[in-house]
């Protein structure tokens, strides 16, 4: 008896649910969608058609997980994240918008309350995306990082393993940070010294972040700046330039320390 799934008589099934599979009050599993075992699927779930849930999966009350979306097992996403989101721009926007149709999320990750990741997305296993945090496409985001409350990320952002981003910080579009760096909270990234100029032909290049590098609170990094491997960029410092591996840079702008 303890092998049959449980789904609310109010739920709209069209997919496959998985044995000991909870399915609460107004969710919708679309067709060809799958719950792998033991998943629990609260009240006003949204499961979009073709999306791969893998086993013992928690989507609490109003999670959207758009079509086609692959999450491993183990993850757990928290209300009314949104999980698939296809970009949309307006004459507005010099850059033009486009995304893969595919997004995956490794397993035994956690996405927060209201975050939101676009399609074209990459998360590596065990990864924590916190409350409220935005994920354009083209992201690609390694095993164990933390990416954490109301942090945001630009298209075509690419993160390394064992990765921290703090709250508050914004990756500009092209951004790099490589294995083991920390990124904290309030760090603003930029990648274009010309943005009322038009766009066309023109590369942007957002900053580079080594491996194990450190970047202070409310920091500024210009485009294209490559912070070197151990280097260490002080609280408040304006980076304009590179920094050399292991070199501790302070000040407006930023110099090395004496």
């Known amino acids: ?23 609460g009050a ?5 067709t060809g969608a799958s719950l792998g075992a033991g998943c629990t699927t609260h009240s006003h779930v949204v499961v979009g058609e073709g999306a791969r849930i893998g086993d013992g999966c928690v989507l609490h009350p109003h999670a959207v997980i758009g079509p086609g979306v692959v999450i491993g097992s183990g993850t757990e996403i928290f209300h009314s994240a949104v999980v698939g989101k296809e970009p949309r721009a307006t004459s507005a926007v010099a850059r033009a918008v486009g995304s893969s149709a595919s997004l995956s999320i490794g397993p035994g990750c956690v996405i927060g309350a209201h975050a939101t990741i676009y399609y074209g997305t990459e998360i590596g296993e065990s990864t924590l995306v916190g409350d409220g945090a ?3 496409e083209g992201a690609r985001i390694g095993a164990r990082c933390i990416i954490s409350r109301c942090v945001t990320l630009n298209y075509s952002v690419l993160i390394g393993d064992d990765v921290k981003v703090m709250d508050n910080t ?9 294995d083991g760096a920390f990124v904290s909270t309030m760090v603003a990234t930029t990648n274009d010294n010309r943005p009322t100029e038009e766009l ?6 957002g900053p580079r972040i080594g491996s194990g ?3 202070g609170a409310g920091a500024v990094l210009l485009p294209g700046v490559v912070l070197g491997p151990g280097s260490v960029v002080a609280a408040g410092a304006l980076v304009s330039a590179d920094v050399a591996a292991g070199v501790t840079v302070l000040g407006v702008p930023a110099r090395p320390r004496a």
């Open 26 to 30: 107004f969710a919708v599993i679309e």
């Open 213 to 215: 590098a450190v970047v």
């Open 170 to 178: 914004h990756l500009t579009g092209g951004t790099r940070i490589d």
């Open 134 to 136: 935005s994920i354009r």
């Open 200 to 205: 066309a032909g023109r590369e942007l290049s």
């Open 1 to 23: 008896m303890g092998y049959v799934a449980t789904i609310s008589p109010w739920a709209a099934v069209h997919g496959e649910i998985g044995a000991r599979c909870e399915v």
